[in-house]
T-cell receptor, first 116, second 110 residues
Framework: GAVVSQHPSRVICKSGTSVKIECRSL??????MFWYRQFPKKSLMLMAT?????????EQGVEKDKFLINHASLTLSTLTVTSAHPEDSSFYICSARDRTYNSPLHFGNGTRLTVT | QKEVEQNSGPLSVPEGAIASLNCTYSDRGSQSFFWYRQYSGKSPELIMS????GDKEDGRFTAQLNKASQYVSLLIRDSQPSDSATYLC??????????FGKGTHLIIQP
């Protein structure tokens, strides 16, 4: 089945630093990847849609200069949280879908970010 | 605006009984529907997909879709404590990503 690998699984950083999270589709090509954020006991919130070879599409209220997304290849998208603050601490999850119409989203294992 | 609605629960079901999870959606253009299970602190995992009206069975799970009523459900037979999780309903229309409901928290009581 389709596998999405996400790294790191857990990261702790200091305020003001930047953190990069990688999302890879291991056995399929993903022209589109999605980045979600989830706070404790809350639902998934779509942050942005990452399109291979073009700019990401951000959801309303998500700062594109703070959450930098790069989708340089059909199997890799990265999310960089710049100048992180404690309120950015959350569970970040990427997902991808192969090119087949109606195919489901497959999720990475998520990254638990803690900003101190 | 596309919406997927779920009762947040918690839904408490005795072990061995049938758990019934429900979902409604607003976008009549949605063609595909998915049920994901999410354990606390983990990412969602796909358990069922359904594309046409009627029932689809996979092991202890049965997904039901009624496009006329814009209604999707998931039945879990012979519920086990390990089924305790949050179940997310999602719909897809067009080329967009999925629209997720807020999830139903299911508790299987031993």
């Amino acid at each position: 089945g389709a596998v999405v690998s996400q790294h790191p699984s857990r990261v702790i950083c200091k305020s003001g630093t930047s953190v990069k999270i990688e999302c890879r589709s291991l056995d399929f090509q993903a022209t589109t990847m999605f980045w979600y954020r989830q706070f404790p006991k809350k639902s998934l919130m779509l942050m942005a849609t990452s399109n291979e070879g073009s700019k990401a599409t951000y959801e309303q209220g998500v700062e594109k200069d703070k959450f930098l997304i790069n989708h340089a290849s059909l199997t890799l998208s990265t999310l960089t949280v710049t100048s992180a603050h404690p309120e950015d601490s959350s569970f970040y999850i990427c997902s991808a879908r192969d090119r087949t119409y109606n195919s489901p989203l497959h999720f990475g294992n998520g990254t638990r970010l803690t900003v101190t | 605006q596309k919406e997927v609605e779920q009762n947040s629960g918690p839904l408490s079901v005795p072990e061995g009984a049938i758990a019934s999870l429900n979902c409604t959606y607003s976008d009549r253009g949605s063609q595909s529907f998915f049920w994901y299970r999410q354990y606390s602190g983990k990412s969602p995992e796909l358990i069922m997909s359904i594309y046409s009206n009627g029932d689809k069975e996979d092991g202890r799970f049965t997904a039901q879709l009624n496009k006329a009523s814009q209604y999707v459900s998931l039945l879990i037979r012979d519920s086990q404590p390990s089924d305790s999780a949050t179940y997310l309903c999602a719909g897809k229309g067009g080329a967009d990503g999925l629209t997720f409901g807020k999830g139903t928290h299911l508790i299987i009581q031993p």
